[in-house]
C-alpha cells in the first residue's frame, strides 16, 4: 500500500514538473515573441522616418535643381537670343536631357545599392528563435 502510494506521489510529482517546465517554456515563447514585435516595430518606424526624409529631401532638391536650370535655360537662349537662339535652345534641351539621364542612372544604382533587407534584424532573430525551438524538441 505504501508502494502504490509512492508511485502515485511520484508521478504526480512528474506531472508537477512537466507541467511546470511546459509553462516556463510557454512564458519563454511568448516573451521571445514579444522581443520580436518590439523589433519588428521598432524597424518599420525606422524606415518609415528614413524613408520620409529622403522624399523630403528628394522633393526639395528635385524643385530646386528644376528651378535653377529652368532659369539657367532661359538666360542662355536669351544672351543668345540675336544670333544663335536656336542652336542655344537645343544646347539647353541637351543639357537638361542628359541631367535627367544621370539622375536616372543615380536613383538606378541607388535602389540596386540599399544596405540591407527590409526587417533584417527581425527576420535574423526569428531564424534563431526557430533555430533553438528546433534544438529544444
Do not use: K, Y
Request: aromatic share 4%; proline share 1%; hydrophobic share 55%.
Amino acid at each position: 500500500m505504501n508502494r502504490a502510494r509512492n508511485t502515485g506521489t511520484v508521478a504526480q510529482g512528474a506531472a508537477s514538473r512537466l507541467l511546470r517546465l511546459a509553462v516556463q517554456l510557454l512564458g519563454t515563447i511568448v516573451q521571445a515573441v514579444q522581443t520580436r514585435a518590439e523589433l519588428l516595430t521598432t524597424e518599420v518606424e525606422e524606415e518609415f522616418e528614413r524613408v520620409g526624409r529622403v522624399l523630403l529631401l528628394g522633393m526639395a532638391t528635385l524643385l530646386a535643381g528644376i528651378l535653377g536650370a529652368l532659369i539657367a535655360g532661359f538666360v542662355v537662349v536669351l544672351v543668345f537670343w540675336d544670333a544663335h537662339r536656336l542652336a542655344a535652345a537645343l544646347a539647353v534641351l541637351g543639357v537638361f536631357l542628359l541631367g535627367a539621364a544621370l539622375c536616372g542612372l543615380a536613383v538606378r544604382r541607388e535602389l540596386r545599392a540599399r544596405p540591407r533587407r527590409l526587417l533584417e534584424a527581425t527576420l535574423t532573430e526569428l531564424a534563431r528563435d526557430v533555430a533553438w525551438l528546433r534544438r529544444q524538441l
